[in-house]
């Protein structure tokens, strides 16, 4: 069974975009469930509430994988309690979590290797999170 997919999002439509589309490049994002919480806008950001709706938008069109479960707050909770909420709650649910950010390209491999490093350690109490992360050139 592949782990859940948490992406977290706000205002940035093109790069969210980008993510997801690189998410489902990888085979294993039909056999996924993704979570996406997007966080609300800034009351002070004058035009930040029409690109926080934009990015829901496109949050309502989402294709590719098992399932799509959205989340979107009424107001700005920023960026650690969103992830710390969303985060909790999918681990509850799930016990694990692959965890990205609205601005992050996953190799077309990366899913696998997420999923693959999770069985792996699953049962080693030494080892608390798996990163993967390379330097685009």
């Known amino acids: ?24 490049q990888n085979t294993e994002s039909a056999d996924s469930d993704l979570f996406v919480f997007v966080d609300g806008p800034r009351k002070q950001k004058v035009g930040e509430a029409d690109k926080v709706a934009a990015v ?13 479960t959205y989340t979107f707050a009424e107001v700005n909770n920023g960026l650690g309690p ?16 692959i965890v990205l950010e609205d601005d992050l390209l996953a190799a077309d491999n990366f899913l696998e290797f997420m999923n693959d490093c999770l069985d792996f350690y699953e049962k080693n109490d030494k ?3 798996i990163g993967g992360m390379s330097f685009a050139l």
């Open 56 to 68: 829901q938008e496109y949050v309502r069109q989402i294709k590719g994988f098992k399932s799509v």
């Open 82 to 97: 969103s992830i710390i909420k969303g985060v909790t709650q999918v681990i509850n649910q799930y016990g694990s979590a």
């Open 1 to 24: 069974m592949n782990t859940a997919i948490i992406v977290f999002a706000f205002n940035r439509l093109e790069a969210f975009k980008n993510t997801i589309n690189s998410l489902l």
């Open 127 to 129: 080892i608390w999170s």
